[in-house]
């Protein structure tokens, strides 16, 4: 027995020592210089109020990865609100949908994007061709309030430009000459739109970017207005404005206001294409929004590890974001199996299984939690009384449980349906997770409670959700998976504890409690 003993605790500690040596190397290699040169780090940060919730919805538009820039780290806070993740696939950029919650009267947004800046290495490779749908070419040479494209003012100017030899590469590049020579950039008080700005030669930045796509779109030149930000420091930063044309099967960025042509440099930040609004309402939504922008010396660790180097396979926060999301919810799974453990094993209690109640918290963090108790007062209410409905008719185990699934994916898609028509839309991410985990517990009570009773049933189950709120508090640590992610090496920190506790054999805490009074006589 303690030959067995001493092998565990010497695995354990080789993998503490290894562990230790992990989290070193990744330490002393964070030590190098933060950036290199010609790298800068930014920190974005959306403050969004609403001083009167009412019924509709927020759209928020998010900045994203490219070439030259990598979000590493992004945090949200939202308070009186739901908020979910969207991605548009037309103007390939991300969406914040905020909803209000039923109950608050104010509610508050923030988030925070910390932006790593890195000269794109591969700019000699070529530019990757695409192809627009006819549907697409119609929406980007349309006719709008603000741009108006049979004006007489841009049909003159078209006229001057262009002749019969002239290609639309090259009336391109005639009419971003023109708007950069002959529109001025003015204050507040000058036109916003297109005809105004080339009638009075001076314009706002979105006058002047209104102009040459109006030019553009007469032209039978696809182009688009790009909403985004210039990383420079400023406390109350504004939104900037410029244009994106297509030519030659390409998006190309134009700035008329600064001269830039073809590219834009690296701190020109876009956040949401063919549109102006960073933030838009729906309904009678009111909100007051502040945006700051200012240079930051990071964690060397959140950078991460130069991705030319073979070791940066070590470096998970190099993935997408969205990719680390879901990796910061797997790797929670291990400390969540230790909580289990740690609950089983010393304190005695039972669960149903080592993995349910971590799912259980998982889905909880994941989605709002008001959400995730109703769906779990839900699922678990109509799981158990259709056991029992169901019990009657002495079915086998998988239709009876695929009826089970059934009849909750109704109870849900109807509650889901109500609260939408409520406009208290959950997320996806709410209802999926805690169904499907939930789903299988309810076949595990139901098992237990024809083999031992609905007393021990009930046992396990309180079991169960105090292990799993206990998860739920734990995941909740601010920074918990930002941190397991960063250094993965903690996974052997809790094999190893998991190794120890697994050659337990000491008395539960339960157990010392049922016997006191014979531990009180001896």
Not at 77 to 100: C, F, N, Y
Not at 137 to 150: M, R, T, W
Not at 221 to 236: D, K, M, Q, W, Y
Not at 344 to 366: D, Q
Request: glycine share 8%; aromatic share 8%.
């Amino acid at each position: 027995m303690w030959h067995r003993h001493r092998e565990a605790i010497l695995i354990a500690v080789i993998l503490i020592g290894i562990g230790s040596v992990c989290v070193g190397l990744r330490m002393k290699y964070a030590r190098r210089p933060l950036v290199a040169q010609g790298e800068a780090v930014w920190r974005l940060t959306y403050e969004i109020n609403f001083p009167n919730l009412k019924e509709g919805r927020i759209y928020i538009a998010l900045p994203d990865n490219a070439p030259q820039r990598r979000i590493f780290r992004e945090s949200f806070s939202h308070q009186g609100i739901w908020m979910d993740i969207l991605r548009s696939k037309r103007t390939l950029g991300r969406e914040a949908v905020i909803v209000p919650v039923v109950g608050y009267q104010q509610g508050q947004f923030v988030a925070e994007f910390e932006i790593h800046l890195k000269p794109d290495q591969t700019s000699k490779s070529p530019v990757q061709k695409i192809k627009l749908t006819a549907e697409e070419i119609d929406h980007y040479l349309h006719d709008e309030a603000s741009v108006q494209l049979n004006s007489p003012a841009v049909l003159d100017v078209l006229n001057r430009l262009k002749n019969a030899k002239t290609t639309k590469a090259q009336l391109l590049g005639f009419i971003f000459d023109y708007c950069t020579e002959n529109i001025l950039h003015g204050g507040e008080n000058r036109p916003s739109d297109a005809t105004g700005t080339l009638q009075r030669g001076a314009g706002t930045t979105l006058g002047q970017a209104r102009a040459m796509i109006a030019l553009c779109r007469s032209a039978k030149i696809p182009a688009r207005l790009v909403a985004g930000f210039s990383l420079e420091t400023s406390t109350n930063a504004r939104p900037h404005y410029w244009v994106e044309a297509f030519s030659k099967n390409t998006w190309r960025a134009y700035d008329v206001e600064n001269g830039y042509s073809g590219t834009l440099p690296m701190t020109f930040l876009p956040i949401r294409r063919d549109g102006i609004q960073i933030v838009r309402a729906s309904g009678d939504l009111e909100y007051q929004a502040k945006f700051s922008i200012r240079r930051i010396l990071p964690n060397p660790a959140l950078i991460g590890l130069p991705v030319d180097r073979f070791w940066s396979i070590a470096d998970l926060t190099r993935l997408p974001l969205s990719m680390q999301e879901i990796l910061g919810l797997l790797l929670l799974l291990p400390l969540g199996a230790l909580i289990t453990a740690i609950f089983r094993n010393v304190i005695g209690l039972r669960t149903f299984g080592t993995f349910t109640p971590c799912l259980i918290a998982l889905g909880f963090v994941k989605a709002d939690w008001r959400t995730g108790v109703v769906v779990f007062v839900v699922v678990l209410s109509v799981g158990i009384f259709a056991r029992l409905l169901l019990s009657k008719l002495k079915l086998l185990m998988v239709a009876r449980l695929g009826m089970i699934v059934t009849l909750v994916v109704l109870c849900m898609i109807s509650a889901v349906s109500i609260l939408d028509y409520l406009g208290l839309t959950p997320s996806a991410s709410a209802v999926l997770l805690p169904v499907v985990i939930l789903t299988m517990m309810i076949e595990r009570f139901n098992i237990t409670a024809e083999e031992d009773g609905h007393l021990q049933a009930l046992k396990i189950l309180a079991g169960t959700l105090v292990v799993a709120i206990c998860c739920f508090f734990v995941f909740g640590v601010g920074g918990l998976g930002r941190l397991v992610l960063t250094f993965p090496e903690i996974q052997l920190f809790i094999t190893a504890a998991l190794l120890l506790l697994g050659r337990y054999s000491g008395y539960r805490l339960t157990e010392l409690w049922r016997f006191r009074d014979i531990v009180r006589s001896s």
